[in-house]
């Protein structure tokens, strides 16, 4: 049995309002980032994530504990359903689901980065051993 489950969480990131789309399927985490802009209505979000899913760009999976199921005080689930409802921002592991994806794509640009000035320097290398070659051409 294969347990998927998903959550938005659609929070104001000065100056604008951001997106953090959590997926976890079989214990492992996942998240999207998605900046907005404007605030956004429900039905725009909806509609985004409709249109772009194929387009998401989700982070490594990370690993998640799942908690069993308890029979929770109804006072005490009253109290943490406020507590997560004042809460702004996106959970601990979704910051690190998105820091290892940061740091991944960090990777990925200094890789791409260093092939190309290493590129840059053979091809100067070799402009200069031309030059020499052909200035010791008239002896």
């Keep these: 049995m ?5 959550k938005l969480t ?3 990131e000065e100056p ?5 789309y959590e997926r ?8 999207s980032r998605v900046v907005f802009g404007a605030e956004p209505k429900d039905n725009a ?7 772009n899913w194929s387009r998401l760009r989700f982070s490594p999976p990370v690993a998640q504990q799942v908690q069993a199921e308890q029979k929770i005080n109804p006072k005490r689930m009253q109290r943490a359903i406020q507590n997560q409802l004042s809460q702004t ?19 990925e640009r200094k890789a791409f980065h ?4 290493q590129e840059e320097q053979e091809r ?16």
């Design 16 to 20: 604008f309002w951001v997106g953090v």
């Design 89 to 107: 921002g996106i959970g601990t592991k979704a910051q690190q689901a998105l820091r290892l994806q940061q740091e991944q794509n960090k990777l």
């Design 24 to 31: 976890t399927e079989n214990g492992k985490l996942e998240v």
């Design 124 to 139: 100067q290398f070799a402009l200069r051993q031309q030059k020499k070659k052909e200035k010791h051409k008239g002896r």
């Design 10 to 12: 659609v929070y104001f």
């Design 114 to 117: 260093r092939q190309r000035s």
């Design 2 to 6: 294969c347990l998927v489950t998903a």
């Design 45 to 51: 979000v909806y509609d985004f994530f409709l249109t």
